[in-house]
């Protein structure tokens, strides 16, 4: 039986670069085709923090307003 994540759980990859952090992620999101298949769930929301976007971050903008500045209208 493959691996469940259930509902409400959350889940972080983080490793080494070079170590198939992205081509996971990417696989995730759907932008790499597999061999397996991938089944995400209802309401199911994916994000990722590249490895350069570190260096596009405004300095003077709380984490907050970062994210509200991204996604307009979603935050509540």
Known sequence: MPPTIERGQKVAFVGKMGKGNLPLVKAIMGRLILKESLQLGH?????????????????DLTVFQTIDNIAVGDIH
């Open 43 to 59: 309401n199911c929301l994916i994000g990722y923090f590249a490895q350069d976007q570190a260096s596009r971050l405004d300095e």
